[in-house]
């Protein structure tokens, strides 16, 4: 157990609808990134947040969005699904920005599946 | 990193046989390399870390090498355990980056009894 929570575990949407992902980072992390895992793949970055601001964002477009609150918890929301958003969203929790080094704990993630 | 492709690279050994698990990188500019392991169904889960100054790192039954002059790492397990079956992903993290790991396609390690 990492102490990285994300819900839902698993969701169904359909292509043009949005969703939104959380994540409850591990106790005292102050920073909070996302990744993109596609079936068969390795994780993808998609944004890194540190302190309620973006700190970072992989290839991903701009209507792959998040947030960052106070207590530190995040939320990724996609809008106008597309079939290719079908993926394990995975959110990870560390301490300190991201110019060091440091171990990422990773969520069990979010299973999307777009129809 | 890798390459990214439909087919995960496999690897199965023996029960009690060590394991090799490799992976090619290619931004000269990483300076963290990683290894996760990732379990079906779960998130990945940490196993070894190595810096760039470094060419090896030995922890509980895991050493990770580091070449950067061919720019490859190697995961090593001794004795094999069941528990050790897993896709395994190398990690790398460019100097200066938001700690943005960019991660290798994966081997999927299966140990058999």
């Known amino acids: 157990e990492t102490g990285v929570t994300q819900s839902p575990t698993h969701l169904i949407k359909t292509r043009g609808q949005q969703v939104t992902l959380r994540c409850s980072s591990q106790s005292g992390h102050n920073t909070v990134s996302w990744y993109q895992q596609a079936l068969g793949q390795g994780p993808q970055f998609i944004f890194q947040?540190?302190?309620?601001?973006?700190?970072g964002r992989g290839n991903f477009p701009p209507r792959f969005s998040g947030l960052q609150f106070p207590n530190y918890s995040s939320e990724l929301n996609v809008n106008a699904l597309e079939l290719d958003d079908s993926a394990l969203y995975l959110c990870?929790?560390?301490?300190?920005?991201?110019?060091?080094?440091?171990?990422?704990?990773f969520g069990e993630g979010s299973r999307l599946t777009v129809l | 990193g890798e390459s990214v492709g439909l087919h995960l690279p496999t690897l199965s050994v023996q029960e009690g046989d060590n394991s090799i698990i490799n992976c090619a990188y290619s931004?000269?500019?990483?300076?963290?390399f990683i290894w996760y392991k990732q379990e079906s169904g779960k998130g990945p889960q940490f196993i070894i870390d190595?810096?760039?100054?470094?060419d090896k790192r030995q922890g509980q039954r895991v050493t990770v090498l580091l070449n950067k002059t061919v720019k490859h790492l190697s995961l090593q397990i001794a004795a094999t355990q069941p528990g050790d079956s897993a896709v395994y992903f190398c990690?790398?993290?460019?100097?200066?980056?938001?700690?943005?790991?960019?991660f290798g396609s994966g081997t999927q390690l299966t140990v058999l009894p």
């Open positions: 931004n000269s500019a990483s300076d963290y």
């Open positions: 947040y540190y302190r309620e601001e973006e700190n």
């Open positions: 990690a790398e993290k460019v100097s200066g980056s938001a700690r943005q790991l960019t």
């Open positions: 990870a929790s560390s301490l300190g920005t991201g110019a060091g080094t440091g171990e990422l704990f």
């Open positions: 190595i810096r760039s100054n470094m």
